[in-house]
């Protein structure tokens, strides 16, 4: 079935370092891809989303690629904040019927 | 806007006990989600609706039970708990397929169960 593999955590950095957290997926057919982010104490919320090949998702200064020839969808940005500190989903949706298949997560841990 | 509301917020319960968790959302959404989260492990499914009276088992049903009643309100139901449903319970709504729209999430249930 469909599966979503990323980078293990935490990963500490300080402020204003780049950030790279690795997802790689599973499918069968062709997915949208996405990234949710769960600030401390809240819900997840989308980041950002790429619904096919080559598209490229960003918000708040986050980007990630949607490549099919490698089945990644890499989540980055060049200077981090404290306020970045948070939990980082990376999840796939195949299909009509809404539903979502999410990563473990990665816990991001900025210090100033 | 209160958007995706769960109630209650922490909870701990026996061994047998059982309980309702109430997700009320006020988005006019038609997708409601049920998600537990346990470390190591992301968000897996338990139980989805596609719209009022609609019910369907997601990754991890057993155990759970659902109800949509109203359009506004996804229940969880736990009819007799165990402590592996120890867990943090997330409620998600969305007006179409994440393909279209964002699922909103709410805060949050945290459970225990001794």
């Known amino acids: 079935g469909d599966s979503v593999t990323q980078m293990e955590g935490p990963v500490t950095l300080s402020e204003e370092a780049f950030l790279t957290i690795n997802c790689t997926y599973t499918a069968t057919g062709y997915p949208s891809l996405f990234w949710y982010v769960q600030y401390p104490g809240e819900g997840l919320q989308l980041l950002l989303k790429?619904?096919?090949?080559?598209d490229k998702g960003s918000n708040k200064g986050f980007e990630a690629t949607y490549r099919k020839e490698t089945t990644s969808f890499h989540l980055e940005k060049g200077s981090v904040q404290v306020s970045d500190s948070a939990v980082y989903f990376c999840a796939l949706s195949e299909g009509s019927w809404g539903k979502l298949q999410f990563g473990a997560g990665t816990q991001v841990v900025v210090t100033p | 806007n209160a958007g995706v509301t769960q109630t209650p917020k922490f909870r701990v319960l026996k061994t047998g006990q059982s309980m309702t968790l109430l997700c009320a959302q006020d988005m006019n959404h038609e997708y409601m989600y049920w998600y537990r989260q346990d470390p190591g492990m992301g968000l897996r499914l338990i139980h989805y609706?596609?719209?009022?009276?609609?019910?369907a088992k997601g990754e991890v049903p057993d155990g759970y039970n659902v109800s949509r009643l109203k359009k506004q309100n996804f229940l969880l139901g736990l009819e007799s708990a165990a402590p592996s449903q120890t867990s943090v319970y997330f409620c998600?709504?969305?007006?179409?397929?994440?393909?279209?729209?964002?699922?909103?999430f709410g805060d949050g249930t945290r459970l225990s169960i001794l």
């Open positions: 609706s596609v719209g009022e009276g609609t019910t």
């Open positions: 998600a709504s969305s007006y179409g397929t994440p393909d279209d729209q964002p699922q909103h």
């Open positions: 790429a619904t096919k090949a080559d």
